[in-house]
């Protein structure tokens, strides 16, 4: 068994963040050290982070090994979060630094406790009262013992910081000097509960019983877009709370996370810890410590929050499980939805995977038994499903260079005089995604990617949506430098609001798409500004699908509904479909019913046509057997790996001995396919090239990967990365 404490001077072995392949081996400091300490230690000239996974190994020169620097100030690393990292490592073919780096991302972790000033009442009476003093002492008072910065004190009073300082000369307020990290704010469960609908409050009751009973579990939450599962398992939330235990909720998207926030203040009466890259240093840090502690009950934030070091985590909640920007693409590859899956099992915690167009692989666990399901049935209150409509393409007599069809003008007509909104939807950010020179039929390519530019005419400039290059819209053709012969193909958001400008003069309109906001507080008050009624038109890309309320309104019309049918990628349809439903969703929620309009030049595809007639059985069931006669994911095993390099024949000629020495992925019955050019052939001048690997959904995929990949030497400048499950085909 393994010690949990280690005396000073016995070897301890200790994880770093550097990319090493081994523990290494150290000293337990003065006074020891846990089991799961977050510790310093030398390493070469500098010092690194690390934390002590296990006693040394003892095969290394013992007289040169060194001593562990400090300890730093922190809980422990919890048993189960280092099985977590370990399994998650082994899941993804990650190294263990890397994953600890996941789970130690919060700057200035090795810091002393940094403190400042704190106000709290006093004993003495001041000799002379005034109003204002009057007004500190009373919320200090209304507080009992909680104390406060300068800054919050005077606010809260509404009085000058002046007043609070001569108060402390007096002794009538105490000053005091307490750690930054501070606790968060207790959440009371009781405080602001909705009365339920009846398939609300049966599931609120399962949900609850489940995080009762202190076991591992996961439950597929569905219903449509307003139908309640935000109140239902924030019911769930509320019994972590009850029973003493920590509860993480995941969104997809930074910019909901305020409106989010403030819900969660009305129904627990305080603020929840926020973890997202959106959120300061500071905060992080108290936030990341707090969770260690216990002093954070409930933690709102992105997919990272996920390796947060919970104390005691008794509920995680996925909202819009399907969406995926769960899946991280960069750096360590893995989909935070399994990963919950997975931390909850080794916590005994519940896991809710709420969404009104769950992901085919939820899908199939409930039908394989592995996860229960509830059904939320309506839409709560009046509100009801938009009556869905295509418009066939092949009808509509269209000018050039305009998308808005007469049948989709009229609707959005009808909806302004009725003081109504309507959304047009285009999943294109910028003005048009290919600029082409009338002159030689060239088009505009990134330098370093093989992608085409996109004007973005707001910002005035081409942008490759690939690797972020910018350059100024150019004059000349590159090509053949004609002048002035450059034309946009095609359209983005910002062209369609010209479009929409033209044809609607009297309308507002506001343009909702990530990249034409400063920050996310700037995108959140905007669109709160647009809920209240700050717009007629609402033209926006996918952002808008991502579960805002818009109650004004009532008709959504679908641009190019074909856009995401195009690609080759195995979950095209399936992404069309939940689009195409959460962007229809947005239409009706209050008391106005809603109409959604789909421009197609498919009208009898089969995705389309699951999508008017709301069949989201019918479409799960006939998506479900084309993946399971293909034995594609869920239904078998994928892995994808991409080769990289700026050299193009060496990449091809690792991928080709790659292929061809496949023993150890034969022997667990796996297949190999390519290489061949990854569909994006170039990303920031590296050459991409692109093996697939497909398996029995039984097979040891990962240690099979393993074996294979260590068989080559990969050249200086070769990166190879392994993407287990890959979400998208890049
Ligand atoms: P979903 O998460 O399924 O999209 P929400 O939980 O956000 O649905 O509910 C949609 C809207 O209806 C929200 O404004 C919510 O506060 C309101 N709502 C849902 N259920 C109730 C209820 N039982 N009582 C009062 N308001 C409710
Ligand atoms: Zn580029």
Redesign the pocket.
């Given at each position: 068994m393994t010690p949990d404490f280690f005396d000073e001077g016995q070897l301890v072995g200790v994880l770093t963040t550097q990319p090493l392949d081994r523990l290494l081996d150290y000293k337990a400091p003065e006074g020891g050290c846990w089991l799961g300490a977050f510790v310093e230690v030398p390493l070469g000239p500098r010092k690194v982070l690390g934390v002590v996974w296990g006693p040394g190994k003892g095969d290394y020169d013992h007289a040169k090994i060194r001593s562990v620097i400090r300890v730093l100030d922190a809980a422990p690393m919890r048993n189960e979060m280092r099985t977590f990292l370990g399994r998650a490592a082994d899941y993804t073919l990650t190294p263990m630094p890397a994953m600890l780096r996941l789970a130690t991302r919060a700057p200035g972790l090795g810091d002393a406790p940094s403190m400042r000033l704190v106000y709290r009442l006093g004993s003495k009476t001041p000799d002379r009262m005034t109003e204002a003093r009057e007004k500190v002492l009373a919320v200090l008072n209304d507080y009992g013992g909680l104390a406060f910065t300068l800054a919050e004190l005077a606010e809260m009073a509404g009085v000058g910081t002046s007043v609070v300082k001569g108060l402390v000369k007096q002794g009538a307020v105490s000053e005091e000097a307490a750690p930054r990290d501070t606790p968060y704010p207790q959440l009371d469960p009781d405080y602001g509960g909705?009365?339920?609908?009846d398939d609300?409050s049966i599931g609120a009751r399962v949900l609850r019983e489940a995080v009762r009973s202190r076991t591992y579990g996961t439950t597929l939450l569905r219903?449509v877009?307003?139908?309640?599962?935000?109140?239902v398992y924030l019911e769930a939330v509320a019994e972590a709370l009850r029973i003493g235990r920590q509860a993480l909720v995941l969104l997809p998207e930074i910019a909901l996370t305020g409106e989010f926030i403030d819900r969660v203040e009305a129904r627990f009466g305080m603020r929840p810890a926020e973890w997202h890259s959106g959120v300061t240093m500071t905060e992080r840090r108290r936030c990341w410590k707090m969770v260690g502690q216990g002093a954070a009950q409930l933690v709102v934030g992105a997919r990272s929050a996920l390796f947060l070091p919970f104390r005691d985590l008794g509920l995680i909640v996925v909202d819009e499980e399907h969406d995926t920007s769960y899946k991280q693409e960069d750096g360590v590859l893995y989909n935070a939805r399994d990963m919950t899956v997975l931390r909850a099992s080794l916590n005994a915690a519940q896991v809710v995977l709420?969404s009104a167009t769950p992901s085919l692989e939820s899908w199939a666990n409930v039908e394989a038994g592995k996860y229960a399901r509830l059904d939320?049935a309506s839409r709560?209150?009046a509100a009801v499903l938009p009556r869905m409509a295509a418009i066939d393409m092949r009808a509509e007599e269209m000018p050039g260079a305009k998308w808005i069809s007469s049948t989709l003008a009229r609707a959005v007509e009808a909806r302004i005089e009725r003081k109504e909104q309507a959304l047009l939807f285009l999943n294109r950010r910028g003005y048009a995604p290919v600029t082409l020179c009338r002159a030689c039929g060239a088009q505009i390519g990134c330098d370093h990617c093989d992608a085409k530019m996109v004007e973005h005419r707001f910002l005035k400039r081409l942008m490759c949506h690939q690797c972020g290059e910018t350059k100024p819209m150019p004059t000349k053709c590159p090509s053949c430098e004609a002048e002035d012969r450059l034309a946009p193909v095609g359209p983005g958001v910002e062209r369609l609001a010209e479009e929409a400008a033209e044809r609607f003069p009297e309308a507002r309109i506001a343009v909702l798409s990530s990249d034409l906001y400063g920050s996310a507080r700037a995108l959140k008050a905007h669109i709160a500004e647009i809920a209240e009624g700050g717009a007629d038109i609402i033209i926006g890309t996918q952002l808008v699908a991502k579960?805002h309320?818009f109650p004004h309104l009532t008709l959504v019309g679908v641009i190019d509904a074909d856009l995401g049918l195009q690609g080759s990628d195995l979950r095209a349809a399936e992404r069309t479909f939940q689009l195409m439903r959460q962007v229809a969703g947005r239409a009706g929620r209050a008391e106005a019913p809603g109409e959604a309009l789909l421009q197609t030049f498919q009208p009898e595809h089969p995705v389309i046509r699951a999508i008017l007639a709301g069949d989201e059985e019918g479409f799960w069931t006939a998506e479900a057997g084309e993946r399971r006669a293909a034995g594609v994911p869920p239904y078998g095993r994928m892995a994808g790996i991409i080769l990289s390099s700026p050299n193009v024949q060496e990449v091809f000629d690792l991928g080709t001995e790659m292929a061809r020495n496949d023993r150890p992925l034969r022997q667990i019955g796996a297949q190999v396919y390519g290489p061949a050019p990854a569909p994006i052939a170039r990303i920031r001048g590296r050459h991409r090239v692109r093996l697939l690997v497909k398996a029995e959904k039984t097979a040891p995929l990962q240690q099979a990967l393993a074996q294979w990949v260590a068989q080559f030497r990969l050249p200086a400048n070769l990166r190879l990365s392994i993407d287990i499950d890959p979400q998208s085909f890049y």
């Amino acid at each position: 068994m393994t010690p949990d404490f280690f005396d000073e001077g016995q070897l301890v072995g200790v994880l770093t963040t550097q990319p090493l392949d081994r523990l290494l081996d150290y000293k337990a400091p003065e006074g020891g050290c846990w089991l799961g300490a977050f510790v310093e230690v030398p390493l070469g000239p500098r010092k690194v982070l690390g934390v002590v996974w296990g006693p040394g190994k003892g095969d290394y020169d013992h007289a040169k090994i060194r001593s562990v620097i400090r300890v730093l100030d922190a809980a422990p690393m919890r048993n189960e979060m280092r099985t977590f990292l370990g399994r998650a490592a082994d899941y993804t073919l990650t190294p263990m630094p890397a994953m600890l780096r996941l789970a130690t991302r919060a700057p200035g972790l090795g810091d002393a406790p940094s403190m400042r000033l704190v106000y709290r009442l006093g004993s003495k009476t001041p000799d002379r009262m005034t109003e204002a003093r009057e007004k500190v002492l009373a919320v200090l008072n209304d507080y009992g013992g909680l104390a406060f910065t300068l800054a919050e004190l005077a606010e809260m009073a509404g009085v000058g910081t002046s007043v609070v300082k001569g108060l402390v000369k007096q002794g009538a307020v105490s000053e005091e000097a307490a750690p930054r990290d501070t606790p968060y704010p207790q959440l009371d469960p009781d405080y602001g509960g909705k009365d339920l609908t009846d398939d609300q409050s049966i599931g609120a009751r399962v949900l609850r019983e489940a995080v009762r009973s202190r076991t591992y579990g996961t439950t597929l939450l569905r219903g449509v877009t307003g139908s309640g599962k935000t109140e239902v398992y924030l019911e769930a939330v509320a019994e972590a709370l009850r029973i003493g235990r920590q509860a993480l909720v995941l969104l997809p998207e930074i910019a909901l996370t305020g409106e989010f926030i403030d819900r969660v203040e009305a129904r627990f009466g305080m603020r929840p810890a926020e973890w997202h890259s959106g959120v300061t240093m500071t905060e992080r840090r108290r936030c990341w410590k707090m969770v260690g502690q216990g002093a954070a009950q409930l933690v709102v934030g992105a997919r990272s929050a996920l390796f947060l070091p919970f104390r005691d985590l008794g509920l995680i909640v996925v909202d819009e499980e399907h969406d995926t920007s769960y899946k991280q693409e960069d750096g360590v590859l893995y989909n935070a939805r399994d990963m919950t899956v997975l931390r909850a099992s080794l916590n005994a915690a519940q896991v809710v995977l709420a969404s009104a167009t769950p992901s085919l692989e939820s899908w199939a666990n409930v039908e394989a038994g592995k996860y229960a399901r509830l059904d939320l049935a309506s839409r709560f209150g009046a509100a009801v499903l938009p009556r869905m409509a295509a418009i066939d393409m092949r009808a509509e007599e269209m000018p050039g260079a305009k998308w808005i069809s007469s049948t989709l003008a009229r609707a959005v007509e009808a909806r302004i005089e009725r003081k109504e909104q309507a959304l047009l939807f285009l999943n294109r950010r910028g003005y048009a995604p290919v600029t082409l020179c009338r002159a030689c039929g060239a088009q505009i390519g990134c330098d370093h990617c093989d992608a085409k530019m996109v004007e973005h005419r707001f910002l005035k400039r081409l942008m490759c949506h690939q690797c972020g290059e910018t350059k100024p819209m150019p004059t000349k053709c590159p090509s053949c430098e004609a002048e002035d012969r450059l034309a946009p193909v095609g359209p983005g958001v910002e062209r369609l609001a010209e479009e929409a400008a033209e044809r609607f003069p009297e309308a507002r309109i506001a343009v909702l798409s990530s990249d034409l906001y400063g920050s996310a507080r700037a995108l959140k008050a905007h669109i709160a500004e647009i809920a209240e009624g700050g717009a007629d038109i609402i033209i926006g890309t996918q952002l808008v699908a991502k579960g805002h309320n818009f109650p004004h309104l009532t008709l959504v019309g679908v641009i190019d509904a074909d856009l995401g049918l195009q690609g080759s990628d195995l979950r095209a349809a399936e992404r069309t479909f939940q689009l195409m439903r959460q962007v229809a969703g947005r239409a009706g929620r209050a008391e106005a019913p809603g109409e959604a309009l789909l421009q197609t030049f498919q009208p009898e595809h089969p995705v389309i046509r699951a999508i008017l007639a709301g069949d989201e059985e019918g479409f799960w069931t006939a998506e479900a057997g084309e993946r399971r006669a293909a034995g594609v994911p869920p239904y078998g095993r994928m892995a994808g790996i991409i080769l990289s390099s700026p050299n193009v024949q060496e990449v091809f000629d690792l991928g080709t001995e790659m292929a061809r020495n496949d023993r150890p992925l034969r022997q667990i019955g796996a297949q190999v396919y390519g290489p061949a050019p990854a569909p994006i052939a170039r990303i920031r001048g590296r050459h991409r090239v692109r093996l697939l690997v497909k398996a029995e959904k039984t097979a040891p995929l990962q240690q099979a990967l393993a074996q294979w990949v260590a068989q080559f030497r990969l050249p200086a400048n070769l990166r190879l990365s392994i993407d287990i499950d890959p979400q998208s085909f890049y």
